[in-house]
């Protein structure tokens, strides 16, 4: 399966406070987009092409090196990945689409991916089951219903398209007022099933300075 990685890295990293954007943020001295290239490449993807902030091109650049193709992302992650949708040629089977600010996923996850897209999925999520009791509040704070977590799962990238399907979902999606938090829901709102396989806690997403701290940890103990 001949396969390409889109690796969304143009946010701004609001949540975890540091003056430049999340994804040149560095981790045992390797900034988090580096991470991220590198594991798409070790889990069997052939070529990256990473969404930046247009103001730090240089610097992305510098970071990843000549062999990892840039563009300019957008306002939004499903405006980011767009942008680079654009440079996934047709002659490439499936796409990944990784989060940036999920440095230490273990390439396996990649691989799993990839396997089962070549079996004929048309989309691919890892997931992960919900542990904790979890509810659903009203504006007050009050509880209002416990949800029944036995069907529940935490949705990881890389996400894995038959490239058609993805192209397809993007151009269906464009204009539309709906806000999607991941590439799998603009997938399955073009009608397309999506299917999971295992996550892993080590892929787990960067968001605020705790989680930072943690992946510094696994890495000095993993
Ligand atoms: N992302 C992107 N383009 C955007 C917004 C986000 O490519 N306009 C990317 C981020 O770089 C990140 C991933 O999408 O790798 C997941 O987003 P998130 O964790 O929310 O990162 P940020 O938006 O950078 O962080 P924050 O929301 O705290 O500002
Ligand atoms: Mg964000």
Redo the contacts with the bound molecule.
Sequence with gaps: MHAVGI??????????GHER???LVELAGRP??AW?VQTLLEGGVQRVVV?V?AADRAAFAAALGPDVELVE?????T???RAALALAREDVDAVLVH????PLTPPDVVARVLAALAAGAPAVVPVLPVVDTTVSVAADGSVTTEVARAALRRVQTPQGFHRQALVAAYAAAHGSAAEFTDDASVVRASGVPVTTVDGDERAA???VPHDLRLAELQVAAP
């Design positions: 690796v969304a890295a143009a946010g701004s990293g609001l949540r975890l954007p999340k994804a988090l987009v991220a969404a902030p992302g957008g306002d939004t992650r405006a980011s990945v989060d940036a600010a999920r997403k960067i968001t």
